[in-house]
């Protein structure tokens, strides 16, 4: 069973960057588009950015613009920069198939003060 583990969160001003981290320990990992999603305290988990394995993404609406999602292949891990954080980006921020069908890691904590 493939369980992501996610890092890179923290604490950040608003305007501020972060850039997150997730290691895959997936055989044929180049072949498997990847997703970012978070979930933010009493709301439900949602779908952030997502790539296929040669690199063409997706963001949702709220992130376009800010976040740039990206993947090193030879190495299994995929990377979300948050750049101009606002405090609505506050979650708890998860990587796992662009279908979400592993079971969920951790997450990293991102929390965005005004």
């Known amino acids: 069973q493939v369980q992501p583990v996610e890092s890179g969160g923290g604490l950040v001003q608003a305007g501020g960057s972060l850039r997150l981290s997730c290691a895959v320990s997936?055989?044929?990992?180049?072949?498997?588009?990847m997703g970012w999603y978070r979930q933010a305290p009493g709301r439900q988990r949602e779908s952030v950015a997502t790539i296929t394995g040669g690199g063409t993404t997706t963001y949702a609406d709220s992130v376009k613009g800010r976040f740039t999602v990206s993947r090193n292949n030879a190495e299994n891990m995929v990377y979300l920069q948050m750049n101009s954080l606002e405090p609505e980006d506050t979650a708890v921020y998860y990587c796992?198939?662009?279908?979400?069908?592993?079971?969920w890691g951790q997450g990293t904590q991102v929390t965005v003060s005004s």
């Open positions: 796992n198939s662009a279908n979400g069908g592993w079971a």
């Open positions: 997936a055989t044929f990992f180049r072949l498997i588009a």
